[in-house]
Nanobody
Framework: QVQLVESGGRLVQAGGSLRLSCEATGRIFSMYVMGWYRQAPGKQRELVAS?????????ADSVKGRFTISKDNTNTKDTLYLQMNSLKPEDTAVYYC??????????WGQGTQVTVSS
């Protein structure tokens, strides 16, 4: 199993910045990709950004140039980050951290609320 705990979500004004963190523990050496998803009220959950074990990153078109995903690794935990700049009201959502393991399992964090006021 992998345990994921997000933090960093809060209320921020449009144009501001925020950094989300996700601490991953457990079978971290079985993870091959980690990502940030978000879900706004009444909408489907969408992939925001992802990072593979070799460092390859991918972003949703709506956040390219504004958000940056990164990851720190230690022997006992990985920490996933999402640096969000130039925030817009449409970025308001619950942000979830996710980890995909070799073999097909996917784990989710509990989510952290990001609210961008106009």
């Amino acid at each position: 199993q992998v345990q994921l705990v997000e933090s960093g979500g809060r209320l921020v004004q449009a144009g501001g910045s925020l950094r989300l963190s996700c601490e991953a523990t457990g079978r971290i050496f079985s993870m091959y990709v980690m990502g940030w998803y978000r879900q706004a009220p009444g909408k489907q959950r969408e992939l925001v950004a992802s990072i593979r074990v070799e460092g390859t990153t991918d972003y949703a078109d709506s956040v390219k140039g504004r958000f940056t995903i990164s990851k720190d690794n230690t022997n006992t935990k990985d920490t996933l980050y999402l640096q969000m700049n130039s925030l817009k009201p449409e970025d308001t959502a619950v942000y979830y951290c996710s980890a995909h393991l070799y073999g097909g399992l996917q784990y989710w964090g509990q989510g952290t609320q990001v609210t961008v006021s106009s």
